[in-house]
């Protein structure tokens, strides 16, 4: 290995180290402020590791070919402590800033399409609701007309009927108690429309 790859492959773990300890405090905030706790603070722990061995596997592979030496471990510890020890603070708070903006962000879209889509959406269902209601309404009081004027021909037909359904009575004696039950249940309803 030259001594130019060892430069490049100092330098770019110092990097590395650095990216590791921002990606730290990413985490760090994130966990903060959606207060993760129990087993999704040990998957992201997880990812936290597969994605910095990556990091690092892979600059490893494009600097010098994956060739392990032990000041390749020093100055990745080194740019973890260079970035905890200079740039940790400012990072953190322009990391915080940056989450609260795209929560704030994300709250604000949710707003807006409650406003612009579910809240226009449950007035035409009130709306379509109340109209179907007087629609119903209306044909109850126009049929109550044209029914009231047939009760005395209804009344005739059935004594009528009730002789000619004599020997067919033990058939259909289920059948009109269910309708008497539709009938009352209907008055009933009557009684409670004003």
Same mark, same amino acid.
């Given at each position: 290995m030259t001594l130019h790859t060892q430069w490049v492959t100092m330098a770019l773990m110092l990097g590395s180290g650095c990216l590791m300890g921002m990606m730290l405090d990413l985490y760090r905030i994130l966990t903060r402020r959606f207060r993760l706790g129990g087993w999704a603070v040990s998957l992201i722990d997880l990812l936290y590791w597969v994605v910095a061995a990556g990091l690092v596997f892979s600059l490893l592979m494009w600097s010098n070919w994956g060739e392990f030496r032990f000041y390749i $471990? #020093?100055?990745i510890l080194a740019g973890w402590i260079t970035y905890? &020890?200079?740039f940790s603070p400012g990072v953190s708070r322009g990391m915080e800033w940056g989450v609260e903006a795209v929560f704030q962000t /994300? !709250? /604000?879209c949710l707003r807006v399409l409650r406003l612009l889509i579910w809240v226009p959406l449950m007035w +035409?269902? #009130? $709306? +379509? &609701?109340r109209i #179907?209601? +007087?629609i119903y309404k209306g044909l109850k009081r126009i049929l109550r007309l044209p029914l009231s004027l047939f009760a005395p021909l209804g009344r005739r037909l059935k004594s009528w009927g009730n002789r $000619? +359904? !004599?020997p067919v009575d033990p058939f259909l004696r289920p059948l009109i108690r269910g309708v008497d039950k539709i009938r009352r249940w209907w008055r009933g309803r009557d009684r409670e429309d004003p």
């Open positions: $471990l #020093v100055a905890y &020890t200079w /994300f !709250r /604000f +035409l269902g #009130v $709306l +379509l &609701t #179907v209601q +007087l $000619l +359904l !004599r």
